[in-house]
């Protein structure tokens, strides 16, 4: 695997940016969790710890990636404020906005992967991707009324 210094460092910055995403789906997913009420609370409160579990993984395989790369990978969120609601409604489209980012974040670092030649890399980040775009297609769903 053979990468010039500034290829090297556009992709651990990229790696670096869906990490923060990461961390901050985490905080995001375990407050919604607690904060989920009513009759919603049955099945999002389940949903959203297995979103925090979700995030936790990708974190790892992002982490690993850093690593592999000689990278140092950041340990803060992403700065985006996390909106505190009971209401299930607003907890879904924020979801909804913090998945498509998500998704937005691989799409971007997988061509960047590609670049460099390094096909197990990519699968474990591509496993990510779609991962990401199917939270977003079942947010979507889920906010249809």
């Not at 489209?93 to 998945?99: C, G, H, L, V, Y």
């Not at 992967?113 to 979507?140: C, K, M, N």
Request: charge should be negative.
């Amino acid at each position: 695997m053979s990468m010039s210094p500034t290829s090297k460092e556009n992709l651990v910055n990229a790696l670096n940016k869906a990490l923060a995403w990461e961390l901050r789906a985490i905080a995001m997913y375990a407050h919604y969790c607690a904060y989920v009420s009513g009759i919603h609370r049955l099945h999002l409160a389940n949903h959203f710890n297995n979103e925090v579990n979700e995030s936790v993984m990708h974190a790892s395989t992002v982490r690993s990636a850093i690593v592999k790369l000689d990278g140092i990978a950041i340990t803060k969120r992403d700065k985006t404020e996390i909106v505190h609601t009971s209401n299930f409604k607003e907890m879904l489209s924020e979801a909804f906005d913090t998945e498509k980012k998500a998704a937005e974040t691989y799409g971007e670092i997988l061509p960047l992967v590609e670049e460099i030649g390094d096909t197990e890399l990519f699968d474990a980040l591509e496993v990510v991707y779609f991962d990401e775009q199917r939270s977003v297609e079942e947010l979507r769903m889920m906010l249809k009324d």
